[in-house]
């Protein structure tokens, strides 16, 4: 059974803001924080001459970091782990018992050089649950959140995370969706089509969170500069990947998640899925 949310945390600013909305997540659900630095090689041990100095040792930056938040969420249960490999695949191996892993977007705890390959899509795209990649500006509490889907295709497994995060919120959720075009703009019965498959997609979802106020918008095109508008006035945007395997290094990513991921001014709940 998943339960807690686990970050990918070092000594870093953007490291910092992971950690802090880890916490918030974790407090908000009402479950565990598991706090990872990930080292790329196995800790060593002190030699009789070696300087003293003020920094911590690799194993204590974690159990710091958790320090920090056990003052600033009292009632929150932290806790902290060290962990020598690949990050992708340690914070993988991490993701397997929880709800929700979190990394931010410089840097081992939000990783260096966010782009496709990267070592950040390595790790959300192999991660059981869903992750979230905290990125934008930051700024006051934002009241909605945006889930981006395409009908037909993982909409489901989107609109459980984008419902659930909405309620968790308080947040209003607005659903976004690419209206296919015909000849250069999409015809009536094209658009008519659509905006039926997406009510029907929706109503179930409606009925099990009554509470959330949800409404939806077709885009004619390619959806990205929508979405990216969106970003700066939601407060968490939702968005799939196809899942990573062992077998298969390449994480496929469309371009809607590639730009939101390299250009969102909030952070990104990444859904992967098969």
């Known amino acids: 059974m998943r339960s807690g949310v686990v970050v990918g945390y070092e000594q870093t ?65 932290v806790e902290a782990r060290t ?16 709800d929700l892993l979190v990394v931010g977007h410089h840097g081992h705890g939000g990783f260096n050089g966010l782009h496709l390959g990267s070592v950040a899509l390595r790790a959300v795209a192999r991660a059981v649950c ?16 945006v889930a981006a889907v395409d009908v037909g295709h993982a909409a489901e497994e989107i609109l459980a995370v984008a419902f659930a995060e909405a309620a968790l919120r308080g947040a209003r ?64 945007i939702v968005v799939g990947i196809h899942r990573g395997t062992e077998e298969r290094q390449g994480v496929r990513i469309g371009p809607v998640a590639e730009t939101l991921l390299l250009h969102s001014d909030c952070p990104v709940a990444v859904v992967p899925h098969d």
């Open 173 to 236: 959720l607005k659903v976004v969706s690419a209206l296919g075009a015909v000849l250069g703009h999409a015809s009536d019965q094209a658009a008519e089509r659509a905006e039926d498959a997406l009510r029907r997609l929706l109503k179930p979802w409606q009925a099990e969170y009554p509470d959330v106020e949800t409404d939806h918008e077709l885009v004619e095109g390619a959806p990205t500069g929508f979405l990216t508008g969106a970003t700066t006035y939601a407060g968490l």
């Open 83 to 98: 962990v020598a490999g690949p990050v992708p695949t340690v914070l993988a191996d991490q993701s397997a018992e929880a």
């Open 130 to 145: 869903p992750s979230l990649v905290v990125r934008g500006s930051e700024h006051r509490t934002r009241g909605t959140v």
């Open 13 to 77: 600013p953007p490291g910092e803001r992971a950690l802090a909305e880890a916490a918030g997540e974790a407090d908000r659900r009402g479950v565990v924080l598991t706090v990872v630095h990930v080292l790329h090689h196995e800790p060593s041990e002190p030699s009789e001459l070696s300087e003293p100095s003020d920094e911590p040792a690799a194993p204590d930056i974690a159990e710091q970091a958790a320090d920090r938040v056990r003052s600033s969420h009292p009632g929150l249960s």
